[in-house]
């Protein structure tokens, strides 16, 4: 009765629609006409989302038709027990093999999945989830409202097209998110018989190749990323952990990984000693440089200009040319005043003690692993007076668009799309589906609230944030930097307001999941950056469920159940308590009973046991809170360490729940979640992100943004226009203008961002194509080559000296035929040095007779060359060649990335001159990949024919 009631509250709505239309504000109607001339410059094109909408209704009435008939299949599938259900999945792939099709299985398939949820999860797919697992398995893109359940979602097109036994990949933006949907819904496919894997940073390779290997595999875009690297620089086949090409890759939070970190490509490169000195006394010198005397700044290309005399200054300081090109100065000064002028602490990067770590601006988190190129990130260690580290080359190189792109079905699923639709379909061939929500939004978006200067703005938010506070309305505040989220959060505290505070730094990164559980109960104030991408729904009242979670498992570790000594604690100070950083009491809604106590300390005793079996005892924290989020669902289980901690959780949960419960309603009255932003993003998704962390699933809420004409983005991107209509009217720096005209001046000023960044997108899809089909045909050699047998390696290593020989033939005949002898032994010995080869006796052939006679000279080398090696040990030839081989293709690589890197530059300055820049790239892009093939080829024989056997009774 429970269940049919849940489905039936699908099709009513809870809410009525908020009213939309604020007051206006007081400012003249001078300035509001004045802005109007502004506004009307927009382009009057119809929007990509109106030219998809008929397209986007026909396909939502093709899924709600499929609906109901899954729809129709629950009453029979309840009758069956949990290991008929199981026994589906079975029975699926024996449909698969005998030729029916997944789309056939779909309906069948996404009815038994639901199920399984209701039966592990107790969460039941709505219709509206049910059309968006269509959507994805359609190689579509689903927009989907934050809140609308995308992690549920995504179990159905996962499990159906790992029927297929080729691996579904999961993709998510952070690894918090990637373990926390593996230990959940992950739930639903263990239950269904399918294993799960999870890849995290800092796993071996044996554990990442058995997470691959899993049926459903969940992990961030840079694992994923970087394993394909690392595998195409294996040099052999155990180094490798992608061992098959999944047919499946569902993409969570798909516009921040496809469109906003697409503009950056993952690298990995070696490093080499950098030249210390030079960066710490450029650093030196550009704190003198002063802007406008010695240099111009170009913050919207992110660019600096030397100008004559900071030249002529800079000169005078090193004593000697900028460009001299046997010690040149140049880059290293330029990237020193980059330092200064156009990154900042706590902005574009943080310093972790004596590191430079980058900060992702469109998710708010740490790059891990990723470092400025071009000696920029040692120029920023230098102005920070952290030691510099080495410099990097590149050596592998992959963007997000060729790397998504080799997947053969290919999804994604975000809350905000429809503005990059256009880009979605050309770039990854994904057309974008808007799903409609359960219930409609409630939502208040008021307009912007904009002022003349940065302090006014900060003002009147903090002003509007305690008046909110006061009556007790939660209130999220989305900042753009972590600079800007600790000043925030001060100056609340000076207001007696305490905010928690969620930012790239790591002590809060690790405490997100804690932050959000609590920023929807009353009095709550969130200090966040950017919330794109953060994956975690803020539930009004907070969530009993999430706080019940964290006190079981703090109260497991204060019991001593996490193993200090395990993986990943080394060089933790104190106590496992203090590794996990247990809550106060301050946090949860109420102390907990006795008899919750109780169930802790029985849960503890359970999983410690008696030491009679070996599994007994403390465990890593993550297998403990692995544990725990099992425990805390209703997948049916058996371990009485589990059932323990779940009896515990059961008892917490009803607890919390009473208190939190009541606040819903109460939050609810207040008007629900308020979201303050403090800036625009320059990506209007990430302002609709942050705005849609208010009003899930029908609740109601408000979001306002209070900017000045002192925001970056509006200072980049021409908001001077604005300024100067503001100054006419002679507008006092904390007078605001509050108005739909504003707005729309503001979105105007917003659209030039993003055309400008997409161009830039588009621009490196555009030159990678050129690189990405070179990396395919080189990465497809090196697979051939670890996959080859001792024969094939032969053979292709004779052709490669064959090929070589040819190379060198031309160049010691004459157009009239006539043969250098003496030059040519000469070259062919030094390839080939126990080759037989007589200089007087070529100076009497023809051509054609040269070339046979050193082809039969060159093969009979490589042969006595292959017994020699081989009777060291068998096989030691062609384990020497296949490692050369795939070495000499790296280290050659790696100068073809940097050529191809100094041609590119050199072609964006061609189009002054009104020439094809991509068709000059790719005409000498290619003469210069046959000549890295060439190099290639001929290092590789000239380094086996040079190699020498260790010693005699040598095994190394």
């Known amino acids: 009765g429970f269940r049919a009631g849940f489905a039936s509250n699908e099709r009513r709505y809870a809410l009525a629609a908020a009213a939309r239309a604020p007051p206006e504000d007081d400012a003249s109607d001078g300035v509001l006409d004045s802005l109007t001339n502004v506004v009307q410059t927009v382009s009057n094109e119809q929007s990509e989302e109106d030219n998809l909408a008929p397209e986007n209704a026909r396909l939502l009435e093709t899924y709600r038709r499929r609906a109901e008939r899954i729809n129709g299949m629950e009453a029979e599938l309840e009758k069956l027990s949990d290991a008929a259900l199981r026994a589906k999945t079975a029975e699926f792939r024996q449909r698969l093999a005998a030729g029916t099709s997944l789309d056939d299985m779909l309906e069948e398939a996404f009815a038994v999945v639901r199920e399984a949820a209701w039966r592990v999860l107790e969460m039941r797919h709505y219709d509206v989830q049910l059309i968006a697992g269509m959507v994805l398995n359609d190689r579509r893109l689903a927009e989907m409202a934050t809140g609308e359940g995308k992690t549920l979602v995504a179990t159905l097109p996962t499990y159906l097209n790992a029927l297929e036994g080729q691996g579904s990949l999961v993709v998510t933006a952070n690894e918090y998110l990637a373990r926390r949907d593996a230990e959940t819904v992950g739930q639903v496919h263990r239950f269904l018989g399918l294993s799960v894997g999870l890849v995290q940073a800092e796993m071996e390779t044996e554990d990442r190749r058995d997470a691959y290997d899993a049926d459903v595999t969940y992990l961030t875009n840079a694992e994923l990323g970087f394993d394909f690297l690392r595998d195409n620089l294996a040099l052999t086949s155990d180094g490798t952990v992608q061992l098959r090409q999944p047919s499946f890759c569902l993409v969570d939070e798909a516009d921040s990984i496809l469109i906003d970190e697409a503009r950056t490509p993952l690298i990995i490169s070696k490093q080499v000693e950098a030249p210390k000195d030079k960066y710490e006394i450029a650093a030196q010198l550009a704190t003198v440089l002063k802007q406008g005397t010695h240099y111009e700044v170009d913050e919207k290309g992110q660019q600096i200009t030397i100008t004559d005399t900071g030249f002529r200054d800079a000169e005078r300081v090193v004593g000697k040319s900028l460009f001299d090109p046997n010690d040149p100065w140049a880059p290293f000064v330029m990237n020193a005043i980059k330092a200064k002028a156009l990154f900042e602490a706590d902005v574009q990067y943080i310093v972790k003690g004596n590191e430079v770590a980058i900060v992702d601006t469109f998710t708010g988190r740490v790059m891990e692993g990723r470092r400025y190129s071009d000696g920029l990130h040692q120029s920023i260690e230098a102005k920070e007076g952290i030691v510099v580290g080495t410099e990097s080359q590149v050596i592998a190189t992959v963007t997000y668009q060729s790397l998504f792109r080799t997947f053969s079905k290919l999804c994604g699923m975000t809350g905000t799309a429809m503005s990059d639709a256009k880009e979605f379909r050309k770039v990854y061939g994904l057309p974008v589906t808007s799903i409609p929500t359960a219930l409609p939004v409630a939502r208040r978006d ?74 929807g109960r009353i009095g709550a104030v969130t200090v966040a950056t950017n919330m794109a991408g953060r994956g975690t729904d803020i539930l009004l009242g907070g969530s009993a469920a999430v706080m019940a979670k964290l006190r079981i498992r703090d109260g497991l570790v204060s019991a001593g159940c996490v193993d200090e000594s395990a993986e990943g604690t080394e060089g933790i100070e104190g ?160 007078m605001p203008l509050e108005a739909k005209m504003v707005t729309d001046a503001i979105d105007k000023v917003q659209n030039k961002v993003e055309e400008y960044y997409s161009e830039i997108r588009e621009q490196v899809f555009t030159f990678d194509e050129v690189l990405s089909t070179q990396r395919d045909n080189i990465y497809t050699r090196r697979v051939n080559l670890l996959a080859a047998s001792d024969d094939d390696i032969l053979s292709t290593f004779k052709t490669y000296s064959q090929e070589t020989l040819a190379d060198i033939v031309p160049n010691y005949i004459t157009a009239e035929g006539a043969v250098n002898g003496t030059g040519l032994q000469a070259k062919v010995q030094q390839y080939f040095p126990n080759s037989a080869v007589d200089a007087a006796a070529m100076d009497n052939m023809k051509r054609p007779e040269v070339e046979a006679y050193l082809d039969a000279a060159v093969l009979k080398a490589v042969d006595d060359k292959m017994t020699a090696v081989d009777a060291w040990r068998p096989g030691q030839f062609a384990r020497v060649a296949k490692y050369l081989s795939l070495v000499q293709i790296d280290n050659n690589w790696s100068d073809h990335l940097k050529n191809m890197n100094f041609l590119k530059e050199s072609v964006i300055l061609r189009k002054y001159q009104g020439r094809d820049v991509l068709q000059e790239y790719v005409t000498e892009g290619v003469g210069m990949f046959e000549t890295f093939l060439a190099n290639s080829r001929r290092s590789t024989v000239f380094s086996l024919m040079a190699y020498t056997t260790p010693p005699s009774g040598s095994s190394s």
């Open 446 to 519: 008021y307009p912007d609230v904009v002022f003349k200067t940065k302090e006014a703005k900060v003002n009147a938010m903090l002003n509007e944030v305690a008046r909110v506070h006061e009556a007790g309305r939660p209130v999220l505040i989305g900042t753009t930097s972590v600079q800007d989220s600790e000043e925030i959060a001060g100056a609340l505290s000076d207001r007696g307001i305490l905010a928690r505070v969620l930012n790239a730094r790591p002590e809060n990164c690790d405490r997100e999941g804690e932050v959000i559980s609590q920023a």
């Open 575 to 734: 106590s496992a308590a203090m590794k996990v950083s247990l809550m106060d009491d301050s946090f949860f809604p109420a102390p907990l009973s006795p008899n919750a106590e109780g169930g802790i300390a029985t849960a503890a005793a359970a999983l410690l046991g008696d030491g009679s079996d070996g599994e007994d005892g403390p465990l890593p924290l993550l297998e403990l809170e692995e544990l725990v989020s099992i425990a805390a669902e209703k997948a049916p289980i058996s371990d009485p360490a589990v059932l323990a901690i779940r009896a515990a959780y059961d008892t917490i949960k009803a607890e919390f729940a009473a208190v939190v419960d009541p606040e819903k309603e109460a939050v609810r009255k207040l008007g629900g979640l308020y979201v303050v932003g403090t800036e625009r993003h320059e990506s209007s998704r990430i302002d609709d992100q942050l705005r849609g962390r208010s009003g899930r699933q029908g609740d109601p809420g408000a979001s306002r943004f209070f900017l000045s004409l002192d925001d970056k983005t509006l200072r980049t991107f021409g908001a001077d226009r604005l300024k100067s209509i503001m100054d006419s009217f002679r507008v006092s720096d904390d």
